[in-house]
């Protein structure tokens, strides 16, 4: 082989060695550029998705805060029409309490009720010895019918007439004056309790008003309101 020969086959192993480098350039520059655009896609979605995440956190919250305003204004505006039912139903009982002074101007019938609620406290208490208390402007009235009502007692129990000790000392207070309408006052009736006080009758006007308005007040709310929904 000569030098011709030689350098030939020499340029030909050249161009060889030359190609498959080029050819495995391109194809390390290629997987590169594969490897390059996955990974770049896969920041991409990552992206993506924390911005979804961030986004419905969001949207959750101003969810829950719309919720909360909305719970917030309901409850406002419920507390606003319970006030002013309140307001209705608590008028009402003042004006109840107001007619209850008118009570004590019929004397007949004021006398009549006043013995009613005398055997019915001596009912109550089935004692055989009582304090009685009234207010100091009624005081005339009850010892005018305080016989018949212990004997009316006696009847209705089939006991002796008990002994009824009327305070000419303490009296209850007396009605509401213009001058103080909100003071201790009391619009008529009788207050008995037992001789060691350890059982008490309240039998007052004002008394009895509590406890009819205690327990008629869900029927007054119906009857002004309507059935509310819980």
Do not use: W
């Amino acid at each position: 082989m000569n030098d011709v020969d030689v350098s030939n086959q020499i340029q030909q192993m050249v161009r060889f060695i030359r190609q498959e480098a080029e050819e495995k350039a391109n194809e390390i520059s290629v997987s590169a550029e594969e490897e390059f655009n996955i990974e770049k896609l896969q920041l991409v979605e990552a992206e993506k998705k924390k911005i979804r995440q961030d986004y419905e956190k969001k949207e959750k919250q101003a969810d829950v805060r719309k919720k909360i305003d909305y719970s917030m204004q309901l409850n406002a505006s419920r507390i606003k029409v319970l006030q002013a039912q309140d307001d209705i139903v608590n008028a009402m009982k003042d004006q109840a309490a107001k007619d209850l002074l008118n009570v004590s101007g019929d004397e007949d019938a004021y006398k009549q009720l006043l013995k009613d609620l005398i055997v019915q406290c001596l009912l109550r208490l089935k004692e055989p010895s009582v304090l009685l208390r009234c207010r100091e402007e009624d005081l005339g009235l009850v010892e005018s019918i305080l016989e018949d009502a212990k004997e009316e007692y006696a009847g209705k129990a089939n006991v002796h007439a008990p002994e009824v000790a009327v305070d000419t000392t303490i009296f209850l207070p007396p009605p509401p004056t213009s001058s103080d309408p909100h003071g201790l006052h009391c619009s008529g009736g009788v207050v008995l309790a037992s001789r060691d006080g350890k059982i008490v009758c309240e039998n007052t006007l004002d008394a009895r008003l509590d406890v009819a308005f205690r327990m008629k007040l869900p029927v007054i709310r119906r009857s002004l309101f309507g059935q509310v929904a819980a």
